[in-house]
C-alpha cells in the first residue's frame, strides 16, 4: 500500500500491539491421535466442548505460541515425540461445519517450518481451530489437586516510531475443571480425550 504525499511503502499486515490491542477469543477443539469429525459440529450450541479449550489470544500468535499453551492444560501434549497438527473448522454456506486442510504441523522440541504461521497469515475469521494432539504418552487424567505455572514472555515491539520490549508474566492454576491466568484464559471441562 502507498501512501499519499510519502515514500512510505507498506506490505504485509500491520505489527499488533499486544498492550494496546485487546486480544480475542479463539475456541480450540483438541483430540487425541485424530482430528474431531466434521459431523461433530453441528451449530453453535452443539459442539463437542469436553474437548474444548478457550485461549484469548492475538491475530498475531503463532502455532508455535497456541501450541505452548495447550502444553499448560495437556499432559501428553508436552511429551518429548508429541505434536500438534492444526485445522480451522467452519460452516459453509449451507450451515454445515467442514473441516478445512491442514494448517500446520507443531513438535513439541524441535523446530519446524510451521512454528511460526500466525492466524493472520492462516486468514483466520473467527473460525473453530481443531487440534490433533499425535502422542505416544498415555493420556492421563488430572488430580484434584492444583498447579501453579507461570510463563514470562517477552516480545519485541516495534510501532514504526519506537521499539519497545513487552513483557507478560502469566500465571496459570490448574485444576480438574478450570484453568485461567491474567493474560491467557483457558477455561476447560476436560482436555483430555
Keep these: 500500500m502507498r501512501h499519499h504525499g510519502s515514500n512510505i511503502q507498506t506490505t504485509g499486515p500491520q505489527p499488533i500491539n499486544r498492550e494496546r490491542v485487546c486480544p480475542l477469543l479463539l475456541r480450540v ?79 513439541a522440541i524441535k523446530k519446524g517450518d510451521d512454528d511460526q504461521k500466525t492466524l493472520d497469515s492462516l486468514n483466520f475469521n473467527f473460525q473453530y481451530l481443531a487440534v490433533n494432539v499425535e502422542s505416544n ?19 519485541m515491539i516495534d510501532d514504526g516510531d519506537e521499539t519497545t520490549l513487552s513483557t507478560t508474566t502469566t500465571t496459570t492454576t490448574t485444576s480438574t475443571a478450570t484453568t485461567s491466568s491474567a493474560d491467557v484464559d483457558v477455561d476447560t471441562d476436560s482436555i483430555n480425550s
Excluded at 48 to 55: F, Q, V
Excluded at 62 to 74: D, G, P, Q, R, Y
Excluded at 141 to 153: C, E, F, M, P, Y
Aim: charged share 25%; with cysteine.
Design 29 to 107: 477443539f483438541l483430540k487425541m491421535n485424530a482430528f474431531h469429525s466434521a459431523s461433530e459440529f453441528k451449530s453453535r450450541t452443539s459442539l463437542p466442548e469436553s474437548d474444548e479449550i478457550k485461549l484469548y489470544t492475538w491475530r498475531n500468535a503463532t502455532l508455535k505460541e497456541i501450541s505452548e499453551l495447550i502444553k499448560e492444560v495437556n499432559v501428553p501434549a508436552r511429551h518429548r515425540d508429541s505434536k500438534m497438527t492444526f485445522a480451522f473448522v467452519s460452516p459453509d454456506s449451507h450451515g454445515v461445519y467442514k473441516l478445512s486442510a491442514p494448517l500446520g504441523c507443531v513438535h
Design 137 to 155: 504418552e498415555p493420556v492421563v487424567l488430572q488430580s484434584d489437586s492444583n498447579t501453579t505455572t507461570s510463563i514470562t514472555d517477552s516480545t
